[in-house]
């Protein structure tokens, strides 16, 4: 089975301050898709960030910005400047055109 | 970007009843539309994929002639959950790929509570 681990199941950061979330994944795949997305509670999936396997260039979308290391099957998201709309539940996937597979979830909260 | 709606938000049925699910895709024809369950605080776990035209392919342990997946047409794509019972109660929400492509876009997801 291909599996995504989230290890966090909760974090807290300080508004301003940076944290990051963490996440491995198991592959038979080389070429593949790794995702980052928030869900609030109004339980909207929302992308945050999107890194192409074959891409060794880190992803970087405003204050989110991932490590990936393709070799050690590690996919971190980094949240620089917290902001209080940053609380939420992340999911890291992996997947492409034949759906995703999902993490357990981290649940982060922002502390004011 | 492209706007999947998904009908109803909120639904409530009796034991032993039918109740559908429509995702339609607004602005972009969807080949491939997956439907995936999440139980509380749980994750998403994918329940099957539907490609236009032709029959959906259901995940393991999940039961194809209770979750009746149909998609007729590029924009629409439906869930019924038969005979519901109250395991059945469940968060579940439709995503939809254009072109087969990795770039998926979900819906609002629908709150099935089964009394």
């Known amino acids: 089975a291909q599996t995504v681990t989230q290890s966090q199941p909760e974090m807290s950061v300080q508004e301003a301050e940076t944290v990051t979330l963490s996440c491995t994944y198991d592959t038979s795949e080389s070429d593949y898709y790794l995702f980052w997305y928030k869900q609030p509670p109004s339980r909207q999936m929302i992308l945050v960030i999107r890194?192409?396997?074959?891409?060794?260039q880190n992803a970087t979308e405003n204050r989110f910005s991932v490590n990936f290391q393709k070799a050690a099957k590690s996919f971190s998201l980094k949240i620089s400047d917290s902001q209080l709309g940053d609380a939420a539940m992340y999911f890291c996937?992996?997947?492409?055109?034949?759906?995703?597979?999902f993490g357990k979830g981290t649940h982060l909260i922002i502390q004011p | 970007g492209a706007v999947v709606s998904q009908h109803p938000s909120r639904v409530i049925c009796k034991s032993g009843t039918s109740v559908k699910i429509e995702c339609r895709s607004l602005d972009f024809q969807a080949t491939t539309m997956f439907w995936y369950r999440q139980f509380p605080k749980q994750s998403l776990m994918l329940m099957a994929t539907s490609n236009e035209g032709s029959k959906a392919t259901y995940e393991q342990g999940v039961e194809k002639d209770k979750f009746l997946i149909n998609h007729a047409s590029l924009t629409l794509s439906t869930l019924t959950v038969t005979s519901a019972h109250p395991e059945d109660s469940s968060f579940y929400i439709c995503s939809a790929s254009i072109g087969g492509s990795e770039k998926l876009f979900f819906g609002s997801g629908t709150q099935l509570s089964v009394l």
């Open positions: 890194q192409e396997a074959y891409k060794q």
């Open positions: 996937a992996r997947g492409g055109a034949d759906g995703l597979t």
